[in-house]
Each structure stands twice: as structure tokens, then as C-alpha cells.
């Protein structure tokens, strides 16, 4: 056992375990711009690869051994770091057809990484949540029924109360055997992902060993 979670058994009543320790509020993230993406990614040949709707099937696209990837796809995409995107558009891809464009600026990049996330949702963030913690996302004027649908639903909760999603770790004192763990959740409407969350979830051995000891 390592210190962090010694220190933890000899603080923590048993009882401790059983509810998440605080709450923590965020909005939904608002939706992507699309408009200044979509006019650069059709006026710079982008769709020669990647297809008018990003599916990779643009007409270049048969003729490539490393294929473009579909930009619709959910478990390709939802790992894809927006920091790969953008330096892929920056610098290319060495060893694949993907050229660099180093004449963009960081906006216009930018504005090309939104648009792509859009072929697949509407708006995403990531988060960073400590073990301990229920995160409290307000769906705000998120229009008509939405349901959420967590990538693990064996490790995290997710609840719906009227316009609030509570997200939290199942056991979270399993979660503190990791040093951080990534999961993902949707909230889904009409078939389409409004959002898609990515969160990284931390011990935050600090803050919780302070916690406890206030309690
Ligand atoms: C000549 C074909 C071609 C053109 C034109 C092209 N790409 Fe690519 N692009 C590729 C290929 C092939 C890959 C996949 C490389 C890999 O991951 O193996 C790629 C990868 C990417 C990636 C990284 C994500 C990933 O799949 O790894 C982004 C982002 C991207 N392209 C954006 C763009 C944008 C934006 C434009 C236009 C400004 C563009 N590409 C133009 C062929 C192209």
C-alpha cells in the first residue's frame, strides 16, 4: 500500500465512503462557431481527403496507404486531443499525405479543430474532476428531452434531475488507485451529441487529506 492511501485508511471513518465529499458546478459547454471553420475548410482542400462531411472519403482518399480518419466516428474522435489536431493542420503529418499549413494563424486553427469536432457534436470540454467529487453540469436552455450516457458505466454514475447531470465516481476510493483516469460522458438529444465531455479524473491527494481532517 502506498503512503497516500495509508494515510487515507487511518483518517477515514468507514462511513466516509459511502457519499462523495463535495460538488462541483459547471455549465454546459456552449456550442462551437462553426461558420469561419467551414469556409476555411472548403476553401483550402480539405475535402479532397476528407470528404465535404469529414467521413474520409473524399476523392484523394482511395488513392492514400495511411487513410484519413473518419471525423464522425465516436472512439476515434473522442480521444483525439485537440492539441494533435492542431498541429497536424500546423506542421502536417510526416509519413502521411497530410500537408502542413503553416500559413494559418492560431485563430484560424483554431476555427478549423471546432469545425472538425462538430462533424461528431455540438459542444465539448474537457474537465478536470478530483475522485471525491460529483460534478454538477447545468444543461441551461438546452432545448426539448436529453438523456447522458456515461463510456463507463461501471465505474461512474450519471443522473439526470430535471436540468442538472450528476457525475461521480461510482466507489470513488477505487478511483485513488490511479493517478488519473480519462472517461468520457455524452449528453445526448435527437440522435446527435450535444456535448461530449471529457474528464479527467485526479486524486487531488492534497485537498482531500485536507478535507478529511476539517471534517
Ligand atoms: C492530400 C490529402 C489531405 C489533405 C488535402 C488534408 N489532409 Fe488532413 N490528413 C490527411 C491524412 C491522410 C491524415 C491522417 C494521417 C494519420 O493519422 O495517419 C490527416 C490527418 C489530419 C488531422 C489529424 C487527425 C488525425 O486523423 O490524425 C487533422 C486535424 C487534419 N488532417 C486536418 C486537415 C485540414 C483542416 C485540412 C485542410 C486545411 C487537411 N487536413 C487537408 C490527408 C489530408
Redesign the pocket.
Known sequence: MNKFLMILVLLIPATAFSAPVTEKYVPLPTPIAIEEGRV??QE???P???GDHGRGD?P?ASG?S????NFRDYDEMKR?PTI??EQ??HKG?TG????A?DQFSDSQIEA??GY?RSFLVDSYAYLKMCAYQTYVVDTGDLKGNFTVEADQPDKFDVKVVGKKIYFSGKNWPELLNQKVHRTYFRVMSEDRIRSLISVQVQRCDKDLVNLLKTK
Open positions: 476555411l475548410y483550402n482542400g480539405c479532397m481527403c476528407h473524399g484523394l492514400l495511411n487513410k484519413p480518419r483525439m494533435r489536431m497536424a493542420i503529418l502521411t499525405a497530410m500537408p499549413f478549423l479543430t472538425i
